[in-house]
């Protein structure tokens, strides 16, 4: 079991930068990928980014690449997500999930509110 909870969020006018961070709770945390997805009113959860269980792979959607970096500390099972350049249609609430080796996510925070204005 991994109980996330995540923090940062707020908000910001276009180009200002957020860092998001998610403390997780379990003692296999590092055993799991973890990935930052994001909903945005009207429209369905969409994948942001996510890094391997060790941090030495990451991945991104096309639409945050070259702004938005993840992170994570196993020594303190916290994920992160530096967000740069913002823009309005970064505005969402973003969640903070993991994954077992080769799952789905199944497990996830309750998300916190990054708002972008213009």
């Known amino acids: 079991q991994v109980q996330l909870v995540e923090s940062g969020g707020g908000s910001v006018q276009a180009g200002g930068a957020l860092r998001l961070s998610c403390a997780a709770s379990g003692r296999t945390f590092s055993s799991y990928a973890m990935g930052w997805f994001r909903q945005a009113p009207g429209k369905e959860r969409e994948f942001v980014a996510e890094v391997s269980w060790t941090g030495s792979t990451t991945k991104y959607a096309e639409s945050v690449k070259g702004r938005f970096t993840i992170s994570r500390d196993n020594a303190k099972n916290m994920v992160y997500l530096q967000m740069n350049s913002l823009k309005p249609e970064d505005t969402a609430v973003y969640y903070c999930?993991?994954?077992?080796?080769?799952?789905?996510?199944?497990?996830w925070g309750q998300g916190t509110q990054v708002t972008v204005s213009s």
């Open positions: 999930a993991a994954r077992g080796v080769g799952s789905a996510y199944e497990y």
